[in-house]
């Protein structure tokens, strides 16, 4: 079986380690693994499944010979190496928006639209409140075609920044005990707190984080005409995100008829044993592969062809980790063999 | 002036407190006070803004003299001492469910229905959710006619029984300390996590908490046709709730007029200035006695009619203390003057 050389780039510690455990749990054939870095990371080592690495500076040279490139370094970093990790004949995945709404660019869920990729050299993975309601929602759109969504997020702390988790946990001690805290990675002191406002506002007044939601949804369903409306909120969780959705659709619906789709959809679970206090929260979801979805229930404004239902997934997984080596498992399995 | 004997009836030290100074700071003309409790409970000398107040054993005939009992004691309590405090010529004004849905019994936002209190004797007080949201919400049902309404909340640990929010900070300093964590009042553990259940699940799958929204809004607002569908999470926040809300009216609506009407509005504060990223939370609405709304924008599902925005207000205010005392002024001024 041929082995592969992956690259990692510019990653936070947190995203590093994902990405790798997944390349491990998913049986990737790495050959050389290599990381790359920022001079502030260059040169430390990172124990990993596969061996010790140590950490490289990101230069021009650093994509020779390297069959897939994984990118979680913020656009800039993307929008500068891609291209030259292309031109070195890698296959880079991107986790940053850079690269997301370009039209020549595919916009990968695997479960959902892998046979985009094709010959793709530069592969986008959403954003990752897109991402987790795309895997739960894919399955009833496929068989009742969804119309309308509208969603309420409930978004953790970390991201690719480890230092956002890192602050809700130092605001929470803080806070109890009785000491100030100045933050600096959040708008606000997100301790015991929540904070209606992820990434910029746009001109209509929506956040982008909430227009991704829209734009990307549409891109990955191939369905300009789905229409969605978002709420983005960070609440003081460290990890997975959780979402309230309302959905319409085409076809009528029932929730029992959507249990048992959903059951036999992969990277989804189940959890509605309400009796033992069973629904998603990102208690149960963190460190999860699958997206935890239930409390489905016919909506009491419309009704018929309407649900409201809620939705937990690990954002780290399901967006920055998991995605990106679901997408290089896919370009292995399909293309390369 | 005429001075009015009041009983506070069974409530947590963190809602009595609220009462007291509720009464304190709108300037009600009291003449006795009386704390009645529980036997372990009784007999606690409580500091209040007025004067030191030994707590007495709740029985039959704690209601002689008293003008206004106002009962914060769970619906069991309610039911059984409200009639025997009615029989002594006290006014009751209840902070539990149990006469919430007694067509004969008043269900009362001074804001919105002061007008229905009349000769009532016993007058019943709406759930936190729904107290916030409808302050919020009745200037716009007033001007445009709200007919449906989407709600997602985000609601604090702390109500009428105190523990509920020690259990938040005893569970969040034991996550800390990497130590094992016993949840007692909620089903599990609350520390850096959400739980989408509030109350117990009803028929149709929503809980009873979600299902109040419906049925205490249609009450509040006499109006039978308004259609609300809720999910009620509890997320990881001491004190103030809020609320993800979208709503359709009848007449079209832009966010100006919706500003220009909300300005003018008693007990609502309108937190609009996202370029000094200043909008509803917890933090800002905690101790408040306004509700704060914004966020503010068309809808992107339904677009025009349809109106995306955001709540943020304290429920143990808004909900046990203030509209409590509110109501007890409103009768004062209205009815016994």
Same mark, same amino acid.
């Given at each position: 079986?041929?082995?592969?050389?992956?690259?990692?780039? %510019?990653? =936070?510690?947190?995203?590093?380690?994902?990405?790798?455990?997944?390349?491990?749990?998913?049986?990737?054939?790495v050959?050389?693994l290599?990381?790359?870095?920022?001079?502030? =990371?260059?040169?430390?080592?990172?124990?990993?499944?596969? %061996?010790?690495?140590?950490?490289?500076?990101l230069d021009?040279n650093?994509?020779?010979?390297?069959?897939?490139?994984?990118? #979680?370094?913020?656009?800039?970093?993307?929008?500068?190496?891609?291209?030259?990790?292309?031109?070195?004949?890698?296959?880079?995945?991107d986790n940053? #928006?850079?690269?997301?709404?370009?039209?020549?660019?595919p *916009?990968?869920?695997?479960?959902?639209?892998?046979g985009?990729i094709?010959?793709?050299?530069?592969?986008?993975?959403?954003?990752?409140?897109?991402?987790i309601a #795309?895997?739960?929602?894919?399955?009833?759109?496929?068989?009742?075609?969804i119309?309308?969504?509208?969603?309420?997020?409930?978004?953790?702390?970390?991201?690719?920044?480890?230092?956002?988790?890192?602050?809700?946990?130092?605001?929470?001690k803080?806070?109890?005990?009785w000491q100030?805290?100045q933050?600096?990675?959040? #708008?606000?002191?997100?301790?015991f707190n929540?904070?209606?406002?992820?990434?910029?506002?746009?001109?209509?007044?929506?956040?982008?984080?909430?227009m991704k939601?829209?734009?990307?949804?549409?891109?990955?369903f191939?369905d300009?005409?789905?229409?969605?409306s978002?709420?983005?909120?960070?609440?003081?969780?460290?990890?997975?995100? =959780?979402?309230?959705v309302?959905?319409?659709?085409?076809k009528?619906i029932?929730?029992q008829e959507?249990k048992?789709?959903l059951?036999?959809?992969?990277?989804?679970?189940?959890?509605?044993?309400i009796?033992?206090?069973?629904?998603?929260m990102?208690?149960?979801?963190?460190?999860k592969?699958?997206?935890?979805? %239930?409390?489905?229930r016919?909506?009491?404004?419309?009704?018929?062809?309407?649900?409201?239902?809620?939705?937990?997934?690990?954002?780290? *997984?399901?967006?920055?980790?998991?995605?990106?080596?679901?997408? *290089?498992?896919?370009i292995?399995?399909t293309?390369?063999n």
């Amino acid at each position: 079986m041929k082995k592969y050389n992956i690259a990692i780039v %510019w990653a =936070s510690w947190a995203v590093w380690i994902e990405i790798i455990n997944c390349l491990d749990n998913l049986k990737i054939p790495v050959n050389n693994l290599k990381l790359l870095g920022s001079k502030r =990371s260059a040169w430390n080592i990172q124990q990993t499944p596969f %061996w010790d690495i140590k950490i490289e500076l990101l230069d021009e040279n650093s994509f020779k010979n390297i069959d897939f490139a994984l990118f #979680s370094a913020g656009w800039k970093i993307s929008e500068k190496f891609a291209p030259i990790a292309v031109k070195s004949w890698a296959r880079v995945i991107d986790n940053s #928006s850079h690269f997301r709404y370009d039209k020549n660019i595919p *916009l990968i869920v695997p479960e959902i639209n892998s046979g985009e990729i094709k010959n793709a050299k530069i592969i986008a993975n959403p954003n990752c409140t897109t991402a987790i309601a #795309s895997v739960a929602l894919f399955p009833i759109y496929k068989h009742f075609w969804i119309k309308k969504i509208i969603i309420s997020t409930y978004q953790a702390t970390s991201w690719w920044w480890a230092k956002a988790m890192q602050e809700l946990i130092d605001s929470t001690k803080s806070y109890l005990d009785w000491q100030e805290f100045q933050n600096k990675v959040f #708008s606000h002191n997100i301790a015991f707190n929540l904070i209606p406002h992820i990434d910029n506002f746009c001109e209509n007044d929506y956040t982008k984080e909430e227009m991704k939601v829209t734009w990307e949804t549409q891109k990955i369903f191939w369905d300009e005409n789905i229409k969605i409306s978002c709420t983005a909120v960070r609440i003081p969780t460290i990890r997975a995100h =959780s979402e309230s959705v309302t959905i319409e659709t085409e076809k009528e619906i029932n929730p029992q008829e959507v249990k048992n789709l959903l059951k036999k959809s992969p990277w989804v679970k189940v959890v509605d044993n309400i009796k033992n206090n069973t629904y998603p929260m990102p208690k149960t979801a963190t460190w999860k592969y699958d997206i935890e979805i %239930w409390r489905i229930r016919q909506n009491l404004v419309f009704w018929k062809k309407w649900l409201d239902l809620f939705i937990s997934g690990d954002q780290l *997984l399901k967006w920055a980790a998991l995605n990106a080596v679901q997408i *290089l498992n896919e370009i292995i399995k399909t293309h390369l063999n």
